[in-house]
């Protein structure tokens, strides 16, 4: 699975619009925010957590894991589904570094999308956010999963 980042203004956009910046700021209010410059050490957090994003969904020996990735390829490949359109992830972290909320949107299946939120809620990322940094950070997770072997 990967993570795959938003530009930065689309970013910042989705941003503010998350932390409801937006529903009480004017037009030209909005295009002045929207005209500064995100902090690089906000966009290195972002980069930090989808990258670790991608590696928690990516853990072979996790149940979680290996349960999304065959619910993934059954879609596809028995059901002929097509593969889930990326997923916007609303995520806010705790001072400690822990996944405190996260809004995903719904896959289909009940069991799929608690799977996923506990993959990503239960385990404590390599650094705390940074003290100034606007919250949620919005995340866009494309799940695929590993192409099947080919028989020989």
């Known amino acids: 699975m990967r993570v795959q980042k938003n530009r930065a203004l689309r970013w910042l956009m989705g ?3 998350g932390i409801g910046l937006f529903s009480v700021a004017s037009t030209a209010q909005a295009q002045n925010v929207a005209r500064t410059p995100i902090p690089q050490h906000w966009i290195s957090y972002a980069d930090m957590v989808g990258n670790q994003f ?3 969904l990516s853990d072979p020996a996790d149940e979680a894991v ?3 990735h065959a619910w993934l390829q059954d879609r596809v490949l028995k059901e002929g589904k097509p593969p889930l359109p990326p997923l916007v992830a609303r995520v806010w972290v705790s001072p400690m570094g822990m996944v405190s909320q996260l809004e995903l949107p ?3 299946d009940a069991r ?3 799977a996923l939120r506990r993959l990503l809620m239960s385990r404590v990322l390599p650094e705390p956010p940074p003290p100034d940094m606007r919250q949620p950070m919005l995340l866009q997770l494309s799940l695929d999963f590993p192409p099947v072997a ?3």
């Open 66 to 68: 290996v349960q999304l």
């Open 106 to 108: 719904a896959t289909g």
């Open 15 to 17: 941003l503010l619009a």
């Open 54 to 56: 991608a590696e928690w």
């Open 150 to 152: 080919a028989t020989s």
């Open 112 to 114: 799929i999308d608690a």
